[in-house]
């Protein structure tokens, strides 16, 4: 079942589950897939990978080994060249892909927020006239110049993506965000399949070619959240949850959710937003998560409930409500943080994803990250399916927790617990405000 439960390398797998390891698969790979064999389908048929990158590899390789996928999948999208193939996924297979629209951070100077020219738009990004820039990086711009594609409208990107998620009524936002790390390669856009320019295992700008010479360029954050912010509104306009990337953006991210909870009010309540690959530390999870209402005295932030940094006498309520976090073992594992943060995070609010632009590796990798949060939270993990329609939450097993937590991000409409302290404060205020209009 899981690695703690699993038996000598040699054991039989069960025959519930279909295998099919590809020779040129990594050894821990084969292991972790050895770990899937043992759990029965009807288990592995309430999992769900919240994200993963299954249309960046081989489409008919994918297509069909998703026919046989023991796991749903939320399919991201990330440029324009992949916004369909994702389409195309779902529409062959929608009982096991849910489909997410959008445009990924690491492409947004690729988009351009008013009508320019090629060269001015990219200068501007780059080559800001204040302080005058560095001569290597003047070299540098015009070595990369010619790498770089004509840029495209956000008006057009809007309209694309308006009409993509308008196709699939239960399509998500993603994959969408902010990146303060990658930097712009010297070499031009990839086309799909674009596995095959991956460095294996990479991230953080290297999961598209790590090997490829890298320019000394960043997007500006401000020119980032420009894109990820229209995006986000149209995911408030058409009701549709959200899965974010966030990469070195600790505090930015803080204040992005603030901001959009400040301008969109009870309507970005109703949409559901996972922090997927979660890399926050688990102190700035809880200050996002949490908010301390009393004593008045003590700081504007606390700790999670769950947490022992939670002073006794205090009380807590949610300040994002809507806000998930998503953990993989692809990214997540080379750290041991990760278990500080599912240790941080309240039961009902983490989700697991393989992240992984292999399919093959969604349903293992997933799996082994489901089981990592159960051991560090203390959950059985299932063996076999026996549940009552009505059973109570105490004899759930992680699988059944993550399924319930899914339905919860999937669902939406989050309600913001108001306690008596701060409804008698809202109603002074607006008195007051009243008074002072008199």
Wanted: glycine share 4%; proline share 8%.
């Amino acid at each position: 079942m899981c690695p703690s439960n699993a038996g000598a390398a040699g054991d039989s797998p069960s025959p519930n589950v279909s295998t099919s390891i590809p020779a040129a698969i990594p050894s821990e790979d084969v292991l972790l897939q050895r770990e899937l064999d043992r759990v029965p389908r009807e288990v592995l048929a309430h999992v769900v990978d919240v994200h993963c990158h299954p249309t960046d590899s081989d489409f008919g390789m994918t297509s069909e080994f998703v026919k046989e996928l023991p796991v749903r999948i939320c399919a991201m999208s990330t440029r324009r060249s992949d916004q369909e193939p994702v389409a195309k996924l779902a529409r062959a297979h929608p009982e096991k892909v849910i489909p997410c629209f959008g445009y990924h951070p690491w492409f947004y100077h690729w988009i351009s927020l008013e009508p320019s020219s090629k060269e001015a738009h990219y200068r501007a990004l780059f080559l800001p006239a204040s302080p005058p820039p560095k001569p290597e990086h003047v070299s540098a711009f015009e070595k990369l110049l010619p790498f770089l594609p004509e840029p495209t409208p956000l008006s057009e990107v809007i309209t694309d993506v308006r009409a993509r998620l308008t196709a699939f009524p239960h399509a998500m936002l993603g994959e969408v965000g902010i990146d303060r790390v990658c930097r712009i390669p010297y070499s031009y856009p990839a086309d799909p399949p674009y596995a095959s320019s991956y460095n294996d295992g990479g991230d953080g700008g290297d999961r598209e070619g790590g090997s490829r010479e890298l320019s000394p360029f960043t997007i500006p954050l401000e020119h980032q959240l420009a894109i990820l912010e229209a995006q986000l509104a149209l995911a408030v306009e058409l009701k549709r949850n959200v899965s974010l990337h966030s990469v070195k953006c600790q505090q930015a991210t803080g204040e992005l959710l603030d901001r959009m909870k400040t301008r969109f009010g009870a309507a970005w309540l109703r949409i559901s937003i996972d922090l997927h690959s979660c890399g926050l530390s688990a102190q700035t999870w809880q200050q996002i998560s949490v908010r301390l209402v009393s004593p008045p005295s003590q700081n504007h932030y606390s700790y999670s409930v769950e947490s022992p940094g939670l002073t006794l006498g205090t009380s807590s309520q949610k300040r994002h409500p809507n806000v998930f976090l998503s953990l993989s073992t692809a990214i997540n594992a080379r750290s041991p943080a990760h278990k500080a943060l599912a240790a941080a995070c309240a039961p009902d609010r983490i989700l697991v994803e393989s992240d992984f632009h292999d399919v093959r590796r969604s349903a293992p990798y997933t799996w082994h990250m489901l089981c990592t949060v159960a051991a560090v939270k203390g959950w059985r993990v299932e063996d076999k399916w026996e549940y009552a329609p009505d059973a109570e939450e105490e004899e759930w097993g992680a699988v059944r927790r993550f399924e319930e937590n899914w339905r919860l991000f999937e669902r939406g409409r989050h309600e913001e617990l108001v306690t008596k302290k701060r409804r008698r404060d809202r109603a002074i205020e607006e008195w007051e405000a009243s008074v002072e209009d008199d």
